[in-house]
């Protein structure tokens, strides 16, 4: 059950790209630097499901993948984000921290955020309106996206979820989670998009996390009304997956994990 470092990970890396994707996106495939255009995942999100909360990547590994990101801790120990290659625990007690860099991962995903497309975002659009409006944005539904949005919002709610001893699914802790109202307040949100054709791996949909301005709260977005923000979409066609090399992981039956969809909305 124990750690295993990034070396040691089985490392699949999916290659996607396509010329009609850039074109629409206004930049060309050849412009796809590796770099920029990688989204980075440690383990799948079915793995998190059948309860594999076993750290199996150190935050210095993901920092070095990308600047912007979320994912959760050892034993699914709170929301996890990057925000300007920081990373933050937002536990359930609602407590924000700055990640140590020997802190272990079990499921997480980062990117260098490069702003590829600016979303207009009206003063009081709610979470359905913010996600309609970035699906009118988005290029194509069979790409990766990430998203970053900061500034104002009228109310921020939030979720996170405690640490699970013994390990249990991710329904057995959010079954447990504690739900913050923020109010108005200040912070960046921290999105991913993914297509639904990546059932198992991630999330298909929107995954938000956000933390406050003054780092004293956040987590998992479960709504929020903006007020004035900034917003920018990412166009990702790269994905770099890292599977884990514990037994764990390769001994693991992921048929039946089922989707995370009703746990994540
Ligand atoms: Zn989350």
Same mark, same amino acid.
């Given at each position: 059950?124990?750690?295993?470092?990034?070396?040691?990970? $089985?490392?699949?890396?999916?290659? !996607?790209? &396509?010329?009609?994707?850039?074109? #629409? =996106?206004? /930049? %060309?495939?050849?412009? @796809?630097?590796?770099?920029?255009?990688?989204?980075?995942?440690?383990?799948?999100?079915?793995?998190?499901?059948?309860?594999?909360?076993?750290?199996?990547?150190?935050?210095?590994?993901?920092?070095?993948?990308?600047?912007?990101?979320?994912?959760?801790?050892?034993?699914?120990?709170?929301?996890?984000?990057?925000?300007?290659?920081?990373?933050?625990?937002?536990?359930?007690?609602?407590?924000?921290?700055?990640?140590?860099?020997?802190?272990?991962?079990?499921?997480?995903?980062?990117?260098?955020?490069?702003?590829?497309?600016?979303?207009? $975002?009206?003063?009081?659009?709610? !979470?359905? &309106?913010?996600?309609?409006?970035? #699906? =009118?944005? /988005? %290029?194509?539904?069979? @790409?990766?996206?990430?998203?970053?949005?900061?500034?104002?919002?009228?109310?921020?709610?939030?979720?996170?979820?405690?640490?699970?001893?013994?390990?249990?699914?991710?329904?057995?802790?959010?079954?447990?989670?504690?739900?913050?109202?923020?109010?108005?307040?200040?912070?960046?949100?921290?999105?991913?998009?993914?297509?639904?054709?990546?059932?198992?791996?991630?999330?298909?949909?929107?995954?938000?996390?956000?933390?406050?301005?003054?780092?004293?709260?956040?987590?998992?977005?479960?709504?929020?009304?903006?007020?004035?923000?900034?917003?920018?979409?990412?166009?990702?066609?790269?994905?770099?997956?890292?599977?884990?090399?514990?037994?764990?992981?390769?001994?693991?039956?992921?048929?039946?994990?089922?989707?995370?969809?009703?746990?994540?909305?």
């Amino acid at each position: 059950m124990r750690v295993c470092r990034l070396g040691r990970l $089985v490392v699949l890396a999916l290659l !996607l790209s &396509g010329s009609a994707l850039w074109a #629409d =996106a206004g /930049r %060309p495939a050849e412009a @796809a630097s590796p770099e920029e255009d990688t989204l980075f995942q440690t383990s799948t999100l079915s793995a998190l499901m059948v309860g594999l909360l076993g750290g199996v990547v150190p935050i210095s590994d993901l920092a070095g993948q990308g600047d912007l990101g979320l994912g959760t801790l050892e034993g699914l120990d709170g929301e996890l984000l990057c925000v300007d290659g920081v990373f933050y625990q937002v536990s359930a007690s609602g407590a924000v921290r700055e990640v140590a860099p020997d802190e272990m991962a079990p499921f997480a995903m980062v990117t260098h955020f490069e702003p590829d497309i600016a979303v207009e $975002v009206p003063d009081g659009t709610d !979470l359905p &309106g913010l996600t309609a409006l970035l #699906d =009118a944005t /988005r %290029p194509s539904d069979n @790409a990766f996206y990430a998203v970053r949005i900061e500034g104002a919002f009228r109310a921020m709610k939030t979720r996170s979820v405690p640490r699970q001893e013994p390990y249990a699914g991710l329904m057995a802790a959010v079954a447990e989670q504690s739900v913050f109202e923020l109010g108005a307040t200040r912070g960046t949100l921290v999105g991913f998009w993914f297509p639904a054709f990546v059932a198992g791996l991630n999330l298909p949909g929107y995954h938000f996390h956000f933390v406050t301005d003054d780092r004293a709260a956040g987590g998992h977005v479960l709504g929020l009304t903006t007020d004035e923000v900034s917003a920018a979409l990412d166009v990702t066609p790269i994905l770099h997956l890292a599977l884990p090399g514990t037994s764990e992981f390769l001994e693991a039956d992921l048929s039946q994990a089922g989707s995370a969809a009703k746990a994540e909305k």
